[in-house]
Each structure stands twice: as C-alpha cells, then as structure tokens.
C-alpha cells in the first residue's frame, strides 16, 4: 500500500500543476470568453464563430483536466483515511494511486507541450528504406503501429496518400492524424526507425535488418490568414492606356501599389510592385492589387515553410545503419529508443500502438530544446 509520504508529493505535484497551468486565471479568462459567445450577433460571423468556441473549449480542457485530476487526488487521500478504518482494501487504495498518478503525468506531459504548432493536427509520413521486401513490410507495420496509437487515443484519422510495395508492405504512406496535440505528441517520432528479426521472407531464415524513416509535421489549418500591414502600403494612380474605351484612355483608373515587406528572418526590406489595369473602374483595380499583394504574401510564407522543412530533411541523416532513433528487436524482445535510454521488452505492446512511454521520455527530455 501506498505511504503517507507517496500521498504527500501527490497532492505536491497537483497543487504545483495549479500554479503552472495558472487554473485560477484561467477560470476567469474563461467566463470572459464565454461571454463573448452569447452576444445577439455572435453568429452572424460563423467563421470568427468557429474560432471563439474553439477557444473557450481550448481553455475547458485545461481546467476540466486539472479538476479531474484534483478530484482523483482527493478521493486517493480519502481511501487512504477510510483503509485505516478497514472501510476499504489495501487494494483498493493502490488502484486509487494508479489511477491518480496516470491522470497526473499526463496533464504534466501535456504542459510541456507549449510550441504553438504543438497543439495542432499531425501529417506523419513514412517510407520505407533500402532493403526492398523487407523494409517495405516493416513500414506498414509502422503505418499500423500509429493507426493503433491514434485509434487508441481517440484520434481521427486519414490516409492521404499510399504507394505498395512490390510484394508485400508499403513503400510510402501519409496520414493526416487529428485531434488535441497529435503533433505536439507525434513529433517525438520523427526519424529513422529500425527493425531486427528472423525475416519471413527470407528462406534461409536469416536474422535481418531493416529500416524505415518517421517524418512528422503539423498540419496547419485551411483557413489561413495573410496579414498586410496599411501602414506599408502606398497607392499611385495612372492612366491605362491602350484599347478599352474613353474611360480607360482618359481617366485615372490603373493603380500602382507599393508595399514595404520586410523579411521576418533577415530583417531586410523590399518594395513589392503591383500595377492593375484589369477594370475601368479604380475601386476594382485596387481590391485586385490587393487580392495579388495578399497571394505574394502567401506564397512567400509558403516558401519560409518549406525552406523550414527542408533544412529538417538535410539534417535527417540517409535510412541505414547508424542513423536509427528507435530499434526493434523482436528475438531479444526489446523495444530501446536511442535517444533517451527509454526501453520496453512489451514488443507486441509497442506494435499495437502502445508508444506513449517513448513518447513521455522523449518529451521529458527534450520539450524545453527548440532544437530536439
């Protein structure tokens, strides 16, 4: 049974969670956006609609958690009370810890996720190394492994793109995994992942090694939103010339737009110039100029994002030997993950999804270095 000092760094550990997650802030800053919600035209804008109740059921969860995990801690310490009065088993009182001490380490797992892409979807993508059959075959069993781990943590999930192998497996899958901090989880995966077994397709029988590499990003809404700061931003008019008429030749309908973008990395300025002649009418050239200026924008984010992950995959190293952050070692029944010491001998555990030890080392270790 449990001691009175395990019970002690119990209640510890949940009143210091109150204080990190700041519970009583957020209690108010959640009336507050709950009163956002019941103005009379609060759904006449559904899509800032949408955004506000994603808030207010964002700022739910911590407080819903917390409580959760308080109430468990209350109840663990009166078992504790009523097992001195024989009111209730040794037993009892353990299982009591148990459940205490899982809902506890999970909301502190949960707090280490503070990146703001941590709390989004996840797009995991998986291929399969050099090795042909045999690494094809590990890589579905990967693609089966996180359909499990997603499935057992309520996530939603879809398979956007699958290549099969040539005689068994999978030589590449994407899947686009949904739910409350998918990616702030899943990202610990990203990587080479490395299998040693008695090959089924080998006829000899042979102990093999294969690999397979892990690549996960945050899936980032649809809604996206393109900022252009008015301050940047000057007009000049002009006459169109060319055919279109009187008004075009004669008026000064042509816009000329000139936005200042400053690169958020390098901090150097550039004039973007946009001219528009499309309409005889000024008003329309400008909502076009606009609508251009807020495409180059876009495609400029566009371009930092994959400049970003492209600087990730060069620093990936090539799916061989050496390179692995996890191996599988079904003979030895051993599941060891290199970069944290973290090992498990539940190898037919670990391929029916159950990762969240990995997960909570890696997390443990790295969630405060940017560079993990």
């Known amino acids: 049974m449990i001691t009175t000092d395990q019970l002690k760094n119990t209640k510890e550990r949940v009143e210091a969670l109150r204080k990190y997650l700041n519970i009583d802030a957020r209690r108010i800053e959640l009336e507050e956006e709950q009163l956002r919600t019941q103005a009379p035209d609060f759904w006449d804008d559904a899509k800032r609609a949408e955004e506000q109740m994603k808030k207010v059921k964002g700022i739910e969860k911590w407080i819903t958690g917390y409580e959760e995990v308080k109430n468990l801690c209350d109840e663990l310490e009166l078992s504790l009370e009523f097992c ?79 290549q099969d192998g040539d005689e068994a497996g999978i030589k590449t899958c994407t899947i686009e995994i949904e739910g409350d901090f998918a990616y702030g989880y899943l990202k610990s995966e990203n990587g080479v992942h490395r299998l040693v077994r008695v ?25 996206i939103e393109v900022y252009v700061d008015p301050s940047k931003i000057s007009w000049d008019t002009f006459r169109s010339s060319g055919a279109g008429g009187q008004n075009v030749n004669k008026v000064e309908t042509g816009v000329r737009l000139r936005y200042m973008y400053t690169d958020p990395d390098t901090g150097e300025t550039e004039e973007i110039l ?96 940017e560079e993990a």
């Open 274 to 369: 946009i001219e528009n002649t499309e309409s005889r009418k000024q008003l329309e050239n400008r909502e076009n100029a606009m609508r251009l200026l807020r495409s180059q924008l876009y495609d400029r984010a566009l371009q930092k994002r994959r400049e970003a992950q492209a600087k990730i995959e060069a620093g990936k190293k090539k799916i061989e030997w050496g390179s692995q952050i996890r191996s599988y070692v079904f003979d030895d029944r051993r599941v060891k993950d290199h970069r944290t010491g973290y090992q498990t001998s539940d190898v037919g555990g670990v391929m029916d999804g159950k990762i969240d030890g990995f997960i909570k080392a890696y997390l443990m270790e790295f969630a405060d270095n």
């Open 199 to 223: 090959s089924p397709y080998n006829a000899q029988g042979k102990r093999m090694t294969s690999f397979a590499s892990v690549f996960a990003s945050p899936l980032v809404d649809d809604n």
């Open 84 to 162: 001195r009065d024989n009111l209730v088993t040794e037993e009892e009182v353990d299982r009591a810890y148990a459940k205490t001490t899982e809902a506890l380490e999970a909301l502190e797992l949960r707090n280490m996720l503070r990146q703001e892409e941590d709390a989004m979807d996840c797009v995991l993508k998986i291929n399969s190394g050099a090795g042909g059959t045999e690494s094809q075959d590990w890589a579905q069993m990967l693609m089966r492994m996180y359909l499990r781990y997603a499935e057992a943590h309520g996530y939603k999930t879809r398979i956007s793109n699958l």
